[in-house]
């Protein structure tokens, strides 16, 4: 069994920035692709952005040269760097280890 909790969401004014922290339990972290997903009031969960073990990433178009996803293997965390950050970006975002094991979600709240 895995768990993550996430943290670092918050109210922020639009072109703010925040950093979300996911901390992972588990023993083979490093091995394993992270990745970060969102879901706003009435709409469906998407994917933001993903890390594997490589440290390749990819990301959503939407938060492409906005957002930096990061790990830190020997911390078990994962990092999503939030910049110039616009309302549309509100949602509750959620931490994935594989995609087998989602964190309880953190809100983040952009004001215009």
């Known amino acids: 069994q895995v768990q993550l909790v996430e943290s670092g969401g918050g109210l922020v004014q639009a072109g703010g920035s925040l950093r979300l922290s996911c901390e992972a339990s588990g023993n083979i972290f490093r091995l394993t692709t992270m990745s970060w997903h969102r879901q706003a009031p009435g709409r469906q969960r998407e994917f933001v952005a993903d890390i594997n073990g490589s440290e390749a990433t990819n990301y959503a178009d939407s938060v492409k040269g906005r957002f930096t996803i990061s790990r830190d293997n020997a911390r078990k965390t994962v990092y999503l760097q939030m910049g110039s950050l616009n309302p549309e970006d509100t949602a509750v975002y959620y931490c994935?280890?594989?995609?087998?094991?989602w964190g309880q979600g953190t809100q983040v709240t952009v004001s215009a």
């Open positions: 994935s280890w594989g995609r087998i094991y």
